[in-house]
């Protein structure tokens, strides 16, 4: 192969490992949106969150896989009490109310985690080895290819898990038509709580590898802004659309970034937000979601 094809392969390869970790970042908004209608802005505090208490006790000298299990607990537990103590109140009340509750969730856990952890960057413990792969003259780290071996797991779990599951059928249930499953016996506020922990569960997966590849500090939350555009461009309901959105904003702002942040500087950063604004101008439910049509 040419240099320069060796080129776009690297930059694709790389785009697929970014685009992952925004997969996963993207799945728990599906997930909470998917079944309680709520756009939750603390998503990415959760991951932060999640990446800290792991580095906290891998310092402690609790071994990574141990840690990352303790994490992933804490996390959905976490997320219950936020769902029962936050979130259940607001029922019924105007969704902008119930968005604001969820920003002002974010601003709370970020200054917490400031005061807790305090601003200085981390470098997280990482597990994985430092040399780099290569394989037909392309180079790819191990922690991104943990990430995609991750990634592609958590979609054949979630896909077996709302496929075969009562609980998942229960909340596929709940996700199409709420007062339906009310009477079929399904709890509603049960799905929704589990909802929220699986969710803050996901998160934290997803901040652990992300402060893998990243320095670990409270700006590692801002990294959950990419993953709306892969939510939007995959669709607001779609968890296989979550994955793709993830996997092409990853990979077109890879290409991107190795063709023309040199000439454009910064251009890198702005094409998940071009993205955005064309999927909402084309096809504002996103590739996989399904158009709301309303009758009057």
Same mark, same amino acid.
């Given at each position: 192969?040419t ?19 925004? %997969? $996963? ?8 949106? +998917?079944?309680?209608?709520?756009? &939750? ?8 969150l999640?990446?800290?208490? @792991? ?17 992933v607990?804490?996390a959905?537990?976490?997320?219950l ?20 509750i ?8 970020r ?6 952890f305090?601003?200085? &960057?981390?470098?997280f ?6 040399? %780099? ?27 077996l ?14 996700? &199409? ?5 009310m $009477?079929?016996?399904? %709890?509603? +506020? ?19 590898? $992300?402060s893998?590849?990243?320095?670990? &500090?409270?700006?590692? @939350?801002l ?9 939007i461009?995959?669709?607001?309901? %779609?968890?296989?659309g979550?994955?793709?959105?993830? $996997?092409?904003?990853?990979?077109l ?14 251009v ?29």
């Amino acid at each position: 192969m040419t240099e320069q094809v060796i080129y776009f392969f690297q930059l694709v390869i790389s785009g697929v490992a970014v685009g992952s970790l925004y %997969s $996963l970042a993207a799945l728990g908004f599906v997930l909470i949106y +998917k079944a309680t209608d709520i756009m &939750n802005f603390a998503h990415g505090e959760a991951m932060m969150l999640g990446a800290f208490v @792991c580095y906290a006790l891998i310092v402690a000298g609790i071994p990574f896989y141990g840690a990352m299990l303790i994490t992933v607990v804490m996390a959905m537990a976490f997320g219950l009490v936020t769902e029962r103590l936050v979130l259940r109140p607001m029922i019924g009340e105007p969704q902008f109310a119930v968005v604001m509750i969820t920003i002002g969730l974010s601003i709370f856990l970020r200054s917490l985690a400031g005061i807790i952890f305090g601003h200085d &960057n981390k470098i997280f413990p990482s597990p994985f080895a430092q040399e %780099s792969l290569t394989l037909w003259g392309l180079v790819l780290s191990p922690t991104h290819l943990w990430a995609m071996i991750v990634s592609a797991f958590m979609v054949l779990v979630f896909f077996l898990f709302f496929k075969y599951s009562r609980v998942g059928l229960a909340m596929r249930g709940v996700a &199409n038509d709420q007062d339906t499953a009310m $009477l079929m016996g399904i %709890s509603v +506020k049960k799905v929704f709580a589990l909802t929220w922990g699986i969710a803050f569960g996901v998160a934290a997966v997803a901040g652990v590898f $992300l402060s893998n590849v990243m320095v670990l &500090n409270i700006a590692i @939350c801002l990294v959950a802004i990419k993953a709306f555009p892969a939510v939007i461009l995959g669709g607001l309901e %779609s968890i296989p659309g979550a994955i793709i959105g993830g $996997l092409v904003i990853g990979v077109l702002e890879t290409l991107v970034g190795g063709y023309l942040d040199k000439s454009l500087p910064g251009v890198k950063d702005l094409t998940a937000f071009v993205v955005l604004f064309l999927v909402l101008m084309i096809r504002p439910y996103g590739l996989f979601g399904k158009p709301e049509i309303e009758r009057v």
